[in-house]
């Protein structure tokens, strides 16, 4: 179970970072009728005959610096967070551009050019429409640093809309550019509050989803002194998201409200709602066993069996020590194997006697403080 919850961890991680390394790429330049453009071609994995199949294709044109923007279809979760208030979104005075695309970015310069030039919110809305009859669409149009491209999915897995593609975009693509100053007509304040506060509240998320990796991972190789430890996980998973609750409103009331920020929370959801479930966790675990001063019980088992798990041993994973012992005492949390720790297997006798000392737990969940052969009787 610590593996799955591991390997989940670890897969949300990977996506976010993904998701904010999409605009860093590089493709192969070349030449068309229109001008130069730059293009990416992204494969799935080859199949055993025929060629690989086309997943996403970017195309790129040389762009001022003057602006860094998203523009894409607007969503139900775009429209839902516009109507709760928590994105702010620059409009425009065409509302049919407004209902088909989202303008991701706060530079009211964007919305005033915009707003003066017709003929490039027609041409938006044509790249966003092209393609309908050649088995492909445009996502998004991403303008960064010195680069204006358009990222293209096709329909049907095995189309190869690029040559399409090209041909229908590439001089869309240079008129934009065309239509982009050099530089906003809008002066920018030097110093954005939004930018120190986003990047605190996301590390905050990262930090909590690197410490709940991390001590999973001790607790894969390492076991605890808990009987039960997943008693106690289940009993973390509503505080844990309670904590996460109370800093995500935090983290409302100190951001301002931009075209992103749904988006942000989205990813300090997904980092930090498990991070801060492992967390509390974590420190509960610790609380539980650091802080118990309560009475201790001993139990004597007879016969106990010390034994590893098979299947770890079969997939060469990590191995876990148990102990078994039949009958189990009386009156005591002892009902099924609990595990020990590879130092405490080796110093136990197989087959033997063994005494056990358990405590309760602050919370209320047992935790065994140590396990020693039994005295020999005289």
Not at 223 to 230: A, H, N, S, T, V
Not at 259 to 274: N, S, W
Not at 317 to 325: D, F, H, P, Q
Request: glycine fraction near 6%; charged fraction near 20%; include cysteine.
């Amino acid at each position: 179970m610590w593996i799955l919850l591991i390997k989940v961890c670890t897969f949300v991680a990977a996506w976010v970072g993904l998701m904010r390394a999409r605009k860093g790429w590089k493709g192969t330049p070349q030449m068309a009728d229109s001008g130069a453009y730059e293009m990416a071609v992204t494969h799935g994995k080859k199949p055993l005959f025929g060629d690989a199949p086309v997943q996403a294709i970017k195309i790129a044109v040389p762009a001022p610096p003057a602006f860094e923007f998203v523009l894409r279809r607007e969503n139900a979760y775009d429209r839902l967070s516009k109507r709760i208030g928590l994105v702010v979104e620059q409009q425009v005075s065409d509302e049919t551009f407004n209902r088909a695309v989202y303008v991701d970015c706060d530079d009211p310069g964007l919305a005033q050019l915009l707003n003066e030039q017709q003929d490039m919110r027609r041409a938006i809305l044509g790249v966003f429409s092209v393609g309908a009859s050649r088995g492909y669409q445009v996502e998004s149009i991403i303008c960064h640093k010195g680069r204006l491209w358009c990222v293209i999915k096709p329909w049907r897995k095995h189309d190869d809309p690029t040559r399409y593609a090209v041909a229908s975009l590439v001089p869309v693509l240079h008129r934009l550019v065309h239509n982009l100053p050099e530089r906003s007509s809008v002066r920018r304040r030097r110093r954005d509050e939004l930018v120190p506060g986003a990047s605190l509240m996301q590390w905050i998320a990262r930090g909590a989803a690197i410490a709940g990796i991390l001590y999973l991972l001790g607790r894969a190789y390492f076991p605890g002194r808990l009987l039960e430890p997943f008693d106690l996980f289940k009993d973390c998973v509503w505080p844990g998201v309670g904590f996460y609750a109370l800093f995500a409103i935090l983290a409302l009331r100190v951001l301002r409200r931009c075209a992103d920020t749904h988006r942000m929370m989205i990813e300090m959801t997904l980092l930090g709602l498990p991070g801060f479930v492992i967390s509390t966790f974590m420190f509960a675990s610790l609380i539980n066993v650091n802080l118990d001063f309560s009475q201790s019980e001993s139990y004597f088992l007879r016969n106990a069996q010390t034994y590893t798990n098979p299947a770890s041993e079969r997939r060469g994973s990590t191995l876990r020590y148990y102990v078994r012992a039949s009958p189990w005492p009386k009156d005591s949390p002892l009902h099924e194997p609990f595990e020990i720790d590879a130092a405490n297997y080796r110093r136990l006798p197989d087959r033997g006697d063994m005494l056990v000392t358990i405590r309760t737990g602050v919370f209320g969940h047992a935790w065994i403080a140590f396990v020693i052969p039994a005295p020999a009787s005289p």
